[in-house]
């Protein structure tokens, strides 16, 4: 929604909706027939898929900014995945069919709806590709870096969900995760409850830059 006019974005949200939701809350499960475009406001918000198995599958997770359910909503289909709040959130639902009406009379929304489209695939790209090219550590690294507020120095950051989640969303096991976390050491990061401190970024980021090979045999 960021690049419409005012007044289509206005048109919008005239009957949009904002829903608290306490953590570990469920917003909706899979298989239910999607009717609105979610956004979140505050807070985080997991996506996720049970298996035959019972074993739950960490699809992704959203937080401020980021809107879900697009193009399962404009075509009226069930959910493919569940959502959980994974902390207290806010989500402002916005109805599809109002949506659906404005795709018709406006191109900007539809230009829009596009570019939303391919910020989650390209999103969904780049974590397949660290999946299959980077040591676990590496991808805490990036995961990190990615809480940061600042671009250089030592920042803190604090961890926005918990470990298991963190593990889940990463493609890790938690015992791999805490071994993760032990091999950041050396570069900088140390673990505390909820909180990460990060003595020099451009130093964790050169390292979850490095040449994969490099980064496994070190991991050896």
Known sequence: MRPLPNEVAEALLTDASAHEFARGETIFLQDEKATVVHVVLEGWVKLYRIAPNGNETVVNVFTRG????????????????????????????????????????????????????FQHLHELVVQVEQIKSQTGAQRVANFLIRLCICKSGSCVVTL?????????????KPESLS?????????????????????????????AEQDPADAWSKAL
Do not use: N
């Not at 809107?67 to 399962?72: C, D, L, R, W």
């Not at 959502?83 to 404005?102: G, H, K, N, P």
């Not at 926005?160 to 890790?172: C, R, S």
């Not at 091999?183 to 003595?199: E, F, N, Q, W």
């Open 66 to 117: 980021h809107s879900f359910g697009e193009a399962v909503a404009f075509r009226m289909k069930p959910y493919p995945v569940s959502a959980e709040a994974v902390t207290d959130c806010t989500l402002l639902q916005i109805s599809a069919r109002r949506f659906i009406a404005m795709l018709q009379r406006e191109p900007e929304v539809a230009i829009a709806v596009v570019a939303s489209t």
């Open 160 to 172: 926005p969900y918990d470990k298991l989640l963190i593990a889940g969303w990463l493609g890790m």
């Open 179 to 207: 071994r993760a976390f032990s091999k950041l050491k050396p570069v900088g990061v140390r673990i505390s409850r909820h909180h990460a401190t990060i003595d020099d970024i451009k130093m964790l980021q050169a390292y």
